[in-house]
C-alpha cells in the first residue's frame, strides 16, 4: 500500500510566521496534491505537482506557496500564516494525473 | 459550478438498512469515480471505485452504480453496521485532476 508520511502532524503557529508543511512519499509516484479540509468544504485542493520541480496552482492557492524538489518530496509553504488558515492539511500521491489517490495522515495546523 | 456534487450531507439509517449516496459530475469525459471513506481524525480511504466501462461494481456490502448517460454515480452500503458510520466522499476524475464532492456523514443508529 501506498505510504504518503507528513510532518509536522500538529502544528500551532502565531500570526505572521512562516509555516512549512512536508510530504515524502515513498512509492515512486509521480504526482502529489496538497488538500485542505474544513467542516462543511470537503477536500479542496491548494497545490500539485506532476513531477520534481513542477508546482501548479489548484483552486485555492492564495496565501501558500508550493515546492517539489524531488518525486519523493512535496512541500506546502505558509509564508505569512494567518488564522483563516487553521485546518488540517493532507498530502496525497496517485501515479498519475486523475486517478486514485493515497493520502498521508494529515496535519492539524491551527494559527493564533 | 462544482464538478462533482454530493448528496445528502447527512444520512441517518438504521442497522440492517441500506444508504446510498449520490453524486454527479459535469465533465463528460470524466472516466474515473473513487469513493473515500474518513472516521474522525484519520485520513480518507479509497473503499471502492469504478471505471466508465462498468455500470455496476460490488465489493462485499458495497455497490457502486454508473450511469454515463445521466453523469450520476452512486455508492450503496447494504446492511449497515455501526462500523460503516463515517464521512463519506465521491470524486471524479476532469481535466487530469480529481474533484471530490462535499462529503456524506454517514450515521448508522442501532
Known amino acids: 500500500e501506498a505510504a504518503v508520511t507528513q510532518s509536522p502532524r500538529n502544528k500551532v503557529a502565531v500570526t505572521g510566521g512562516k509555516v512549512t508543511l512536508s510530504c515524502n512519499q515513498t512509492?515512486?509516484?509521480?504526482?502529489m496534491y496538497w488538500y485542505r479540509q474544513d467542516t462543511g468544504h470537503g477536500l479542496r485542493l491548494i497545490h500539485y505537482?506532476?513531477?520534481?520541480?513542477?508546482?501548479e496552482k489548484g483552486d485555492i492557492p492564495d496565501g501558500y506557496k508550493a515546492s517539489r524538489p524531488s518525486q519523493e518530496n512535496f512541500s506546502l509553504i505558509l509564508e505569512l500564516a494567518t488564522p483563516s488558515q487553521t485546518s488540517v492539511y493532507f498530502c496525497?500521491?496517485?501515479?498519475?494525473?486523475?486517478?486514485?489517490?493515497?493520502f498521508g495522515e494529515g496535519s492539524r495546523l491551527i494559527v493564533v | 459550478g462544482e464538478q462533482v456534487e454530493q448528496l445528502p450531507s447527512i444520512l441517518r439509517v438504521q442497522e440492517g438498512s441500506s444508504a446510498s449516496i449520490n453524486c454527479s459530475y459535469e465533465?463528460?469525459?470524466?472516466?474515473?469515480f473513487p469513493w473515500y471513506k474518513q472516521e474522525p481524525g484519520e485520513n480518507p480511504k479509497l473503499i471502492i471505485d469504478?471505471?466508465?466501462?462498468?455500470e455496476r461494481k460490488q465489493i462485499q456490502e458495497l455497490i457502486v452504480l454508473l450511469d454515463k448517460k445521466a453523469k450520476r454515480f452512486s455508492l450503496h452500503i447494504t446492511d449497515t453496521q455501526p462500523g460503516d458510520s463515517a464521512m463519506y466522499f465521491c470524486?471524479?476524475?476532469?481535466?487530469?485532476?480529481?474533484?471530490f464532492g462535499d462529503g456524506t456523514q454517514l450515521v448508522v443508529k442501532p
Open positions: 469504478i471505471r466508465s466501462n462498468m
Open positions: 512509492n515512486n509516484h509521480n504526482n
Open positions: 465533465d463528460s469525459a470524466s472516466n474515473y
Open positions: 496525497a500521491s496517485g501515479p498519475d494525473a486523475g486517478n486514485t489517490l493515497y
Open positions: 470524486a471524479g476524475n476532469s481535466n487530469n485532476r480529481i474533484f
Open positions: 505537482s506532476y513531477g520534481a520541480g513542477s508546482t
